[in-house]
């Protein structure tokens, strides 16, 4: 179903983007990776190359920009202008402040990325996929997009916007054959609490402590089964949790061995 099909990736370099990459390449799928770390793009592209034989084309793009979003989409060589499926997946969170200390810029750079970039790239690859009527946008959401935990106000904030955003495009979508869809996660252990937490890996490593958490490929697998659903079928959002996280403030502490 995803042979030879165009799929974009933001936020390929690291975690779940990279784990996407993966798993579509496995499906054969050829790959538009993005991320502003280049040399990371560039080692995945050659493990995907050696174990799968993707074709992949990278773009160093910071997804804040909208003049590099739109000239990137723009400026994609023929063959890859046609993105048959769009992940929106590059984001983050920038500490656990609350409101009353919160950092300017740290509201800024979460705001900037998980919802403007989101809309950026959307904004930028939709009127292809609605002017060739098929298409899919997958955004990865999370819980946080559903339930709000202490300190995490902006945060939570951005991804109940991406939640927003999913709806809103299911909506203006009617009447097309291009698809919205919204996974939301729980708990994954990636790069997210040592970016939440500016390199200190101790903290960032505390996180992941209590119980098992979701890993990369549990999320990419998700992202795949909404990618590959018949043509009638829209899976609207999907919310995956760790078995020992029922909520983002009830988990159960099982330990990690
Ligand atoms: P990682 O930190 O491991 O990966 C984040 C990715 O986003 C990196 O590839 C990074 O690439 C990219 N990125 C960040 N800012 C930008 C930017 N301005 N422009 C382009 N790319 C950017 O975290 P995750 O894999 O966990 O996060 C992926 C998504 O999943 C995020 O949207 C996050 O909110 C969401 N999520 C994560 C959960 C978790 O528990 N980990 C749970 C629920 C949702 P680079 O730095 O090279 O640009
Ligand atoms: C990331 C999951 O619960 O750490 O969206 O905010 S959480």
Not at 157 to 179: E, F
Not at 186 to 212: H, I, K
Request: proline letters at 4%; aromatic letters at 6%; one cysteine or more.
């Amino acid at each position: 179903m995803l042979k030879s099909k165009t799929v974009m990736i933001t936020g390929a370099s690291a975690g779940i983007g990279a784990a996407c990459a993966h798993s579509f390449a496995r499906e054969g799928a050829r790959l538009i990776l993005a991320a502003r770390r280049e040399e990371r793009l560039s080692e995945l592209a050659a493990e995907l190359k050696a174990e799968h034989g993707t074709d992949c084309h990278l773009i160093t793009l910071d997804v804040r920009d909208r003049l590099a979003v739109d000239a990137a989409i723009e400026g994609l060589p023929a063959e890859w202008s046609a993105i048959d499926v769009l992940i929106n997946n590059a984001g983050l969170s920038r500490g656990l402040d609350k409101v009353q200390e919160g950092q300017f810029l740290d509201w800024d750079e979460m705001i900037d990325t998980n919802v403007k970039g989101l809309l950026w790239m959307s904004r930028a690859v939709l009127p292809g996929m609605v002017e060739r009527d098929r298409g899919h946008v997958i955004n990865i959401g999370s819980v946080a997009g559903r339930q709000v935990y202490p300190g995490g106000n902006v945060y939570c904030a951005t991804k109940h916007a991406v939640g927003a955003i999913t709806q809103g495009l299911r909506i203006d979508l009617l009447g097309t054959m291009v698809k919205a869809s919204s996974v939301d996660p729980g708990l994954v252990e990636t790069e997210f609490s040592e970016v939440r937490f500016r390199g200190d890996t101790d903290r960032a490593g505390q996180t992941y402590t209590n119980f098992p958490p979701l890993k990369a490929e549990d999320i990419a697998e998700a992202v795949l089964f909404c990618a590959t659903r018949p043509p009638h079928v829209n899976v609207q959002d999907m919310l995956i949790m760790p078995q020992d996280q029922a909520a983002v403030y009830a988990s159960h502490p099982r330990g990690v061995k």
